[in-house]
T-cell receptor, first 115, second 118 residues
Framework: DAGITQSPRHKVTETGTPVTLRCHQTENHRYMYWYRQDPGHGLRLIHYSYGVKDTDKGEVSDGYSVSRSKTEDFLLTLESATSSQTSVYFC??????????????FGPGTRLTVT | AQKVTQAQTEISVVEKEDVTLDCVYETRDTTYYLFWYKQPPSGELVFLIRRNSFDEQNEISGRYSWNFQKSTSSFNFTITASQVVDSAVYFCALSDFRNSGGYQKVTFGIGTKLQVIP
């Protein structure tokens, strides 16, 4: 199994509070991703990183920011949580070689509830 | 734009029956990758298979088999002699192809929930 951990695994927070989710990998993979999973939508990409301090937006990035100061850590921050951000958040990693995108490996997920 | 359609939202079968999960995709790319992931009730996402657009050979792994047909843009997944442990949500996904090894955009279907009844 790929060495990916997420913390916390569960969190309940109130509307308007900031929240940070952490993804940690031990695989030294260059690419890291944050997805959210919601019923009827599958997984949707929030942000991704292609190296230390190199990040970019995905399809549902509004209300989220990310940071990557070390290869192994990728943080997702909800600046001011809203109820629409209640979801299960998955981190993923991959190491595409030139011209060959490899499969993404996923962390265990974080269930976030915003009340 | 990429799109993955899993028209079957939920399927129930009795144990030992065969079941096929459908996946239809759309892409303008001529080279791409297709994936299947399994999400058991415990919630983690498990990678099952990757197939590139150059290779239309079907693949079999134990009770699992995959049928890739470029002509119909389909990548269907069959479980033979289903077992209760196969109960899960299965996701089909499509990835574009970047020669530079750059960002890998992956589009997921909404998933098919399979329930295998003992």
């Amino acid at each position: 199994d790929a060495g990916i951990t997420q913390s916390p695994r569960h969190k309940v927070t109130e509307t308007g509070t900031p929240v940070t989710l952490r993804c940690h990998q031990t695989e030294n993979h260059r690419y890291m991703y944050w997805y959210r999973q919601d019923p009827g939508h599958g997984l949707r990409l929030i942000h991704y990183s292609y190296g230390v301090k190199d990040t970019d937006k995905g399809e549902v990035s509004d209300g989220y920011s990310v940071s990557r100061s070390k290869t192994e850590d990728f943080l997702l921050t909800l600046e001011s949580a809203t109820s629409s951000q209640t979801s299960v958040y998955f981190c993923a990693i991959s190491e595409p070689t030139s011209g060959s995108p490899y499969e993404q490996y996923f962390g265990p997920g974080t269930r976030l509830t915003v009340t | 734009a990429q799109k993955v359609t899993q028209a079957q939202t939920e399927i129930s079968v009795v144990e030992k029956e065969d079941v096929t999960l459908d996946c239809v995709y759309e892409t303008r790319d001529t080279t791409y990758y297709l994936f299947w992931y399994k999400q058991p009730p415990s919630g983690e996402l498990v990678f099952l298979i990757r197939r590139n657009s150059f290779d239309e050979q079907n693949e079999i792994s134990g009770r699992y088999s995959w049928n890739f047909q470029k002509s119909t843009s389909s990548f269907n997944f069959t479980i033979t002699a289903s077992q209760v442990v196969d109960s899960a949500v299965y996701f089909c996904a499509l990835s574009d192809f970047r020669n530079s090894g750059g960002y890998q955009k992956v589009t997921f279907g909404i998933g098919t929930k399979l329930q295998v009844i003992p």
